[in-house]
């Protein structure tokens, strides 16, 4: 069980790699018309939820499932932030700073910050 969960959110996990790969400017415009940009924008937002709808709904059993998974939602959270990061440096060097790298990178921290205090206040 614990196999087949595991390969369930790979799977999920490497499909929305590569569908937002699909969305990168150079293959978009290599080979994507209107309407395939629209179904793989459709199919990437489909794949997340799933991936989101996953990985909320996943259960621990143990202490060491539990530290895993927290290692791995640390790790998750500091290569967004840090990829973000570079992101705004870069074009601020550029002067074209996008404000999404901006909005992405408050959005994480709150959402970090509230999942902190909102488990602290319910222990």
């Excluded at 415009?29 to 799933?50: C, D, E, K, N, T």
């Excluded at 709904?57 to 570079?86: C, I, P, S, W, Y």
Aim: glycine letters at 6%; proline letters at 2%; aromatic letters at 10%.
């Amino acid at each position: 069980m614990k196999n087949k969960r595991l390969w369930n959110e790979a799977t999920l996990s490497v499909l929305l790699i590569a569908l937002a790969s699909l969305c990168l400017k150079p293959l978009e415009q290599m080979w994507m018309p209107s309407m395939y940009s629209s179904l793989i924008l459709i199919a990437l937002a489909v794949v997340f939820i799933f991936l989101a709808i996953f990985i909320w709904k996943e259960n621990v059993r143990d202490e060491r499932e539990n530290q895993h998974r927290l290692m791995a939602g640390r790790f998750g959270f500091l290569v967004g932030a840090g990829t973000l990061v570079a992101g705004i440096i870069i074009q601020t060097l550029h002067e074209q700073l996008d404000s999404w790298l901006l909005v992405a990178l408050i959005a994480m921290i709150i959402a970090k910050i509230g999942g902190h205090v909102y488990y602290q206040s319910k222990n």
